[in-house]
């Protein structure tokens, strides 16, 4: 399986770290060997001083499919959860100065937590409020309302490059409220106020 992720899809997230609101879904990928899974804890890398939580609602593509028109976009995926796109900032950062893939930055071991599923059938995709808190303390909230690209659009563009397998991962951007994590941090995501996802800074 592979995983997609999109950047910069929350404009008040794009402004927080500088960077402008895109013309086109910002796409990069991170391998499975990035997922954490079932409350796994996250050990912060040793080449970075600087990690950052971004929590994304993950959509799960469940249908083989490419070059998927956005009006059929919906048949390729019946499940959201949330994840969490570990990102060495000050990597980034650094690659980011010398016009370099963020791979390094983004793609590293159990940069990709990934929690509970839930079913879409009866949920409006256009009004999912998600939040993270960190030690208790609410730091991201969003709504899918504020997505500058909608789950349609995101899963019929990264369609026109990649074939989309089922399993397939697609985390679709996170909104403003980014910060670092530290050792002995609790991480808690929501859809809602239902609890998807914990995770623990090790
Ligand atoms: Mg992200």
Known sequence: ???????????????????????????????????????????????????????????????????????????????????????????????????????????????????NFINIENIDLKNIDFSLQKNGQLVQQGNTSQMIFSFEQIVSFVSQYFTLKVGDLIYTGTPAGVSQVNIGDHLEGFIGNESMLICEVK
């Not at 879904?25 to 939580?53: C, M, Q, R």
């Not at 060495?88 to 893939?101: I, M, S, W």
């Open 1 to 115: 399986m592979k995983i997609l992720c999109v950047g910069r899809n929350y404009s008040e997230h794009a402004k927080e770290l500088g960077n402008a609101v895109p013309e086109n879904p910002v796409i990069f990928s991170k391998p499975d060997t990035a997922l954490l899974k079932n409350g796994e804890p996250f050990y912060i890398p040793s080449f970075s001083n600087d990690v950052h939580h971004e929590i994304e609602l993950v959509i799960k593509i469940n249908k083989v499919g490419k070059k998927i028109q956005e009006k059929f976009a919906r048949n390729y995926f019946s499940e959201i959860g949330l994840g969490i796109d570990f990102t060495a900032r000050d990597k980034q950062n650094e690659l980011k100065a010398k016009g370099l893939p963020w791979e390094l930055a983004k793609a590293f071991d159990g940069s990709a937590p990934i929690g």
